[in-house]
């Protein structure tokens, strides 16, 4: 039996009703009947909705078929509920599926390989949540491991969004055109994001993106690429308290500021970067930073040994060598695979690019 004589009780439960149209019935239930919104994913491509109102709490699977009716009961402890029973069937057909409450972060494992992302062949741009158009920047996705996101709002204004959180093990937002007006748990009142500025969205922080400036497009990077976005309806930013070395799952909020930051040798003779003070909030975990030549055209061809080497140019041109000749112009993007020779050529004295890596340093 499931009750209290079986073990620990039940936290919460969700019915699971399939759906053709997400977005469509996701409208119908807050905006027609009240219920509000609790969690949403993928964020790029939304196929999984929880909703809950007036005692009922109600999961929409995208493309589901669950015809029989699906509950499912979440249990902080579910291998201690029904014997240990994961999935049951009740006399009706009705199938009973027993899931833990707060599950661990699942990270895949990496499936490291060169992969490159050209703006100019017209990648497609899919609906994502909150009038969100996303441009998937690595297809594949490393088997899971990593997500890129090229996200636009085109009309600009104020942006349905909400208080919400992400449990992730890094990710951060560097925007790259327009500007955008965001808010942070702890981080004081709503500020502007702007071209050249970008921020390190640590672990469970609550924030919420307010308004943007028509065109805005920002580059989002996260690890997995599978995550939840839950909504927290109780909490209302900004918050009374600010702590900006507030640690949220052992990394700390950065918000980098492109005008006021100085530029230092980078690792490579005769160029040089912004750091943008990720790698010290996640402790080594991760590194951004805003790269140019100074001096020189070239890196020499190197390997690295990181888990995970992402660039995206932001402006100028370059060629890539890389298996193969690749130019590179705005817009595009590449991962490098560890052990992978590589180097850039024909650096224009215009080109910045964004490079991203775990570990900070490489």
């Given at each position: ?174 925007c790259r055109k327009g ?9 004081g009142p709503p500020f ?171």
């Amino acid at each position: 039996m499931i009750g209290a004589e079986s073990g620990p009780q039940i936290r919460s439960a969700e019915v699971v009703l399939p759906c053709v149209e997400l977005d469509a019935t996701v409208d119908f239930f807050t905006q027609a009947l009240g219920f509000r919104l609790e969690a949403i994913f993928p964020a790029d491509a939304p196929a999984v909705a929880v909703i809950a109102g007036f005692g009922l709490r109600l999961r929409l699977e995208r493309g589901s078929d669950c015809a029989a009716g699906t509950i499912r009961l979440l249990s902080p402890e579910p291998d201690k509920v029904a014997n240990g029973a994961r999935v049951l069937k009740a006399p009706n057909g009705t199938h009973i599926e027993i899931v833990d409450a707060a599950p661990a972060l699942v990270i895949p494992p990496l499936d490291p390989h060169f992969v490159l992302s050209r703006m100019s062949e017209g990648s497609a741009w899919g609906a994502g949540r909150a009038g969100m158009f996303y441009r998937d920047l690595i297809p594949g996705r490393l088997c899971g491991r990593f997500i890129a996101s090229h996200i636009m709002i085109r009309a600009g204004g104020a942006v349905a969004d909400y208080v919400h959180f992400h449990n992730v093990r890094f990710q951060m937002i560097y925007c790259r055109k327009g500007w955008v007006r965001v808010v942070y748990e702890d981080q004081g009142p709503p500020f502007v994001l702007e071209a050249g500025d970008c921020v390190l969205q640590p672990p469970l922080i609550r924030h919420r993106v307010l308004e943007s400036s028509p065109g805005l497009e920002v580059i989002e990077i996260g690890c997995p690429a599978l995550h939840e976005t839950f909504a927290d309806n109780e909490l209302t930013l900004p918050t009374p308290v600010v702590d900006p070395t507030r640690d949220f799952g052992g990394q700390r909020f950065v918000r980098h500021i492109a005008n006021i930051a100085s530029w230092r040798p980078w690792r490579v003779v005769g160029f040089e970067c912004r750091n943008t003070g990720i790698g010290a909030a996640t402790g080594g975990l991760a590194g951004a930073r805003v790269v140019r030549p100074r001096d020189t055209v070239k890196t020499p061809l190197s390997t690295h040994d990181a888990e995970f080497a992402f660039t995206f140019v932001l402006d100028g041109a370059a060629t890539l060598r890389c298996d193969g000749i690749h130019p590179l112009s705005p817009g595009d993007a590449f991962t490098i695979p560890a052990g992978m020779p590589h180097a850039l050529e024909d650096c224009s004295r215009d080109l910045e690019f964004l490079e991203v890596t775990l570990p900070a340093a490489i």
